[in-house]
């Protein structure tokens, strides 16, 4: 296997790995230092049935399925992230961390491109340890022992309006989902610390108000987004996308009016974040 680094600070693909031959026990530890020594990893030109893509998941850890978005009916496993030629809308496209709603947020994400664009539906990442490692230390000692509530809010709050105008569907059927966790977190495998909030599902800092903590947080997530601490990734034919979901934010971009894009969504299960 040979690694391609992307950028200087965050993304890396793998070469010469083919993901339906046997996964040995060392691949599966090199693919994983990987993956943390880079945050996130790209795969190209693999052919994976479902079952293969869940095969591979699991090698990680135990699978989580979306508490709020519909799975597959035949691979519950699998969340569908598709754009129909017709849409306007799709998921994704704020920088965001994977349902950090969830007491327990995904370790990571496996993204495998079943239909691609023409061109554009390109995935942005961002280094979260990065964005922590260059606030200053006031301010690092600030947010030390600050913590954050969570919030699926912002997707439950019109999941109707929302799924009318987008092909990945919301369920409907769900209430809120509110959770603690710290502002810095220490990544249980690297023990590096990183900053660990995002727009779309932090909704305040515990004992503020919303409005008191947005200045802040709107810092935090500008700081976080900086083109420095992000890599592009250009999606082909049978690419698949695995990141470090405590240590990343991505964006997924919606440039490609008129065309079909068709993705399927693996989530590890994570840990308690600390
Ligand atoms: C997501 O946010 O999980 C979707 C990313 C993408 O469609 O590129």
């Known amino acids: 296997m040979q690694i391609r680094k992307l950028t200087g600070h965050i993304g890396a693909e793998l070469l010469g790995v083919d993901l339906t031959k046997d996964l040995t026990p ?12 880079n945050l996130v990893i790209f795969f190209r030109d693999q052919t994976l049935s479902p079952e293969q893509q869940i095969h591979f998941a699991e090698c990680f850890g135990e699978i989580s399925r979306s508490p709020v978005y519909r799975t597959l009916e035949a691979y519950p496993k699998i969340m569908p992230v598709v754009k129909e030629s017709t849409d306007k809308d799709i998921i994704g496209d704020t920088w965001h961390t994977d349902e950090t709603f969830q007491a327990t947020p995904p370790l990571g994400s496996l993204l495998y491109a079943r239909e691609i664009p023409p061109l554009g539906g390109d ?76 727009q779309p599902f932090t909704y305040c800092f515990e004992g503020m108000t919303r409005e008191e903590s947005l200045p802040l947080l709107q810092y935090l997530y500008q700081q976080s987004s ?13 690419s698949m996308a695995f990141w470090d979901n ?14 079909r894009r068709e993705m399927h969504r693996i989530t590890v299960q994570g840990s308690i974040p600390v």
Request: aromatic fraction near 8%; charged fraction near 25%.
């Open 246 to 259: 405590r240590c990343t934010m991505h964006y997924a971009i919606n440039d490609y009016p008129g065309h």
């Open 123 to 198: 995935t942005l990442f961002a280094n979260l340890y990065m964005a922590y490692d260059r606030l200053s230390d006031a301010l690092k000692e600030q947010l030390s022992d600050m913590r954050a509530i969570h919030s699926n809010d912002f997707l439950s709050t019109n999941a109707q309006l929302r799924n009318a105008t987008r092909s990945t569907k919301l369920r409907e059927d769900i209430g809120k989902i509110n959770t603690s966790h710290p502002v810095v977190r220490t990544h249980e495998e690297t023990g590096r610390k990183l900053l660990f909030v995002n």
């Open 26 to 37: 060392t691949l599966i530890a090199d693919i994983r230092q990987a993956l943390l020594d």
């Open 226 to 238: 900086k083109p420095e601490l992000t890599c592009r990734f250009r999606w082909g034919p049978g």
